[in-house]
């Protein structure tokens, strides 16, 4: 009995000393950890790249030290001595822009370097996408490389589209689902302040022009294209009387206004002003976009099922059909291309001009709204169906996705 009894005690003790190792932070064995600095990450930007990871404490530990490898080296470089156990963070700067950078960092002990590192891998570049999520309420920018969410912004409640003007940098994003009415925010990247003007029903897509920063806001529920100022203020004409606006674009040259009225079925042009210059019959048009060199307006409808090109009088030039239930379109006016998002099919569709198919990019669940990188004829598109962005080459191929998110309604790209 007394052998079995000191049996059963020195298996405790052993299992007692097991469990003591597995909550060691530097174990191997470490369910949370593995045995390496926790929660690092590389943050690609523009030149640069942010590693982050999590502080911890532990025996014999003195700090945390980075190796870096790139394309042309074989080998991992040291790019740090010893950092502090405080430092939580360290900025590569200066580095090549779409050169794949792979990242190690390790414990430091008082006895030597860690045996495992944490690793991750980050390409630097001048892209800054921006996303939405309608379920979650969150307002993320992207990393360059589309790996990591950089930055979350959690003000809004039920945010439903995004776009970015390009000159003033300021992120524009429509909200529905507001504390007390639909809102809408507006984030300066340059300065990181954000507001948020209330007040609407229901505000959806929206339109920036950058030669004055100013912006023009669907507001389906009251039936107006409501124009506000960088600063969110309204002293400015709006357009009213609508049937549903779910469109809006302006065409960067004249600056001239075209909107989608879905349930009144028309898709009208309006000057500056706010006066109408023409208004074309459109069974339920969805979204809008214009040809920078042609301008002409492309028109979805979700509904019929086609997309319509109209010319600057606003006559319907042609109809293309193909489609399941196309929504969100963008026109890369440098190359010719028009990119189309169509949910109902699950897939991107890009035409020449001439209408032509040039790709169509299939599995992208729930593709509803999409961006295009000008300068280099990239995609980003969001998919509401598995909670995706992913980021497409000028011939169709996805280059990245990154999931993890409810459901991305929106995407925008500052070139």
Same mark, same amino acid.
């Given at each position: 009995?007394?052998?079995?009894?000191?049996?059963?005690?020195?298996?405790?003790?052993?299992?007692?000393?097991?469990?003591?190792?597995?909550?060691?932070?530097?174990?191997?064995?470490?369910?949370?950890?593995?045995?390496?600095?926790?929660?690092?990450?590389?943050?690609?930007?523009?030149?640069?790249?942010?590693?982050?990871?999590?502080?911890?404490?532990?025996?014999?530990?003195?700090?945390?030290?980075?190796?870096?490898?790139?394309?042309?080296?074989?080998?991992?470089?040291?790019?740090?001595?010893?950092?502090?156990?405080?430092?939580?963070?360290?900025?590569?700067?200066?580095?090549?822009?779409?050169?794949?950078?792979?990242?190690?960092?390790?414990?430091?002990?008082?006895?030597?370097?860690?045996? $495992?590192?944490?690793?991750?891998?980050?390409?630097?570049?001048?892209?800054?996408?921006?996303?939405?999520?309608?379920?979650?309420?969150?307002?993320?920018?992207?990393?360059?490389?589309?790996?990591?969410?950089?930055?979350?912004?959690?003000?809004?409640?039920?945010?439903?589209?995004?776009?970015?003007?390009?000159?003033?940098?300021?992120?524009?994003?429509?909200?529905?689902?507001?504390?007390?009415?639909?809102?809408?925010?507006?984030? $300066?990247?340059?300065?990181?302040?954000?507001?948020?003007?209330?007040?609407?029903?229901?505000?959806?897509?929206?339109?920036?022009?950058?030669?004055?920063?100013?912006?023009?806001?669907?507001?389906?529920?009251?039936?107006?294209?409501?124009?506000?100022?960088?600063?969110?203020?309204?002293?400015?004409?709006?357009?009213?009387?609508?049937?549903?606006?779910?469109?809006?674009?302006?065409?960067?040259?004249?600056?001239?206004?075209?909107?989608?009225?879905?349930?009144?079925?028309?898709?009208?042009?309006?000057?500056?002003?706010?006066?109408?210059?023409?208004?074309?019959?459109?069974?339920?048009?969805?979204?809008?976009?214009?040809?920078?060199?042609?301008?002409?307006?492309?028109?979805?409808?979700?509904?019929?099922?086609?997309?319509?090109?109209?010319?600057?009088?606003?006559?319907?030039?042609?109809?293309?059909?193909?489609?399941?239930?196309?929504?969100?379109?963008?026109?890369?006016?440098?190359?010719?291309?028009?990119?189309?998002?169509?949910?109902?099919?699950?897939?991107?569709?890009?035409?020449?001009?001439?209408?032509?198919?040039?790709?169509?990019?299939?599995?992208?669940?729930?593709?509803?709204?999409?961006?295009?990188?000008?300068?280099?004829?990239?995609?980003?598109?969001?998919?509401?169906?598995?909670?995706?962005?992913?980021?497409?080459?000028?011939?169709?191929?996805?280059?990245?996705?990154?999931?993890?998110?409810?459901?991305?309604?929106?995407?925008?790209?500052?070139?």
């Amino acid at each position: 009995m007394r052998t079995r009894l000191a049996l059963l005690v020195a298996l405790a003790a052993l299992a007692g000393c097991a469990e003591r190792e597995r909550i060691n932070p530097f174990d191997p064995e470490n369910g949370t950890t593995l045995g390496r600095p926790s929660g690092f990450v590389a943050l690609a930007g523009d030149g640069g790249i942010r590693l982050q990871w999590e502080a911890v404490i532990g025996e014999g530990l003195i700090g945390y030290q980075i190796f870096r490898r790139t394309s042309p080296d074989s080998a991992f470089r040291p790019i740090t001595g010893t950092l502090p156990l405080t430092t939580t963070q360290y900025i590569d700067f200066g580095l090549l822009n779409g050169l794949d950078h792979e990242y190690q960092i390790f414990f430091v002990f008082d006895r030597g370097l860690g045996i $495992d590192p944490a690793t991750d891998i980050a390409t630097p570049g001048h892209r800054v996408p921006w996303m939405v999520d309608g379920a979650s309420g969150l307002l993320a920018r992207l990393t360059a490389d589309g790996r990591h969410v950089a930055e979350r912004r959690t003000s809004l409640v039920s945010p439903s589209a995004v776009t970015i003007d390009s000159l003033s940098h300021v992120v524009w994003a429509s909200d529905p689902g507001g504390q007390v009415s639909g809102q809408v925010g507006l984030l $300066d990247m340059d300065v990181g302040i954000f507001l948020t003007t209330p007040g609407f029903g229901s505000p959806g897509e929206i339109a920036t022009q950058p030669r004055d920063s100013t912006a023009w806001v669907c507001d389906e529920e009251s039936g107006k294209v409501i124009h506000l100022d960088s600063r969110g203020g309204r002293p400015l004409p709006i357009i009213q009387g609508l049937n549903t606006p779910t469109g809006v674009a302006i065409d960067p040259v004249d600056g001239t206004i075209w909107v989608c009225e879905r349930n009144g079925d028309h898709v009208i042009r309006y000057d500056e002003n706010v006066s109408p210059i023409s208004t074309t019959s459109v069974v339920h048009p969805s979204r809008v976009a214009i040809d920078a060199s042609t301008h002409e307006a492309w028109v979805t409808s979700a509904t019929q099922q086609v997309v319509h090109r109209l010319d600057p009088a606003g006559t319907v030039v042609d109809t293309y059909t193909g489609f399941s239930g196309p929504v969100g379109i963008q026109v890369d006016s440098r190359r010719g291309r028009i990119w189309i998002a169509d949910p109902a099919a699950n897939r991107v569709t890009v035409l020449d001009r001439d209408g032509s198919v040039v790709h169509q990019i299939p599995g992208l669940p729930g593709a509803r709204a999409l961006a295009i990188d000008y300068e280099s004829g990239e995609a980003w598109v969001a998919l509401a169906g598995s909670g995706e962005i992913v980021w497409l080459s000028p011939a169709g191929t996805v280059i990245r996705r990154l999931g993890g998110f409810t459901l991305p309604l929106g995407v925008a790209i500052r070139p």
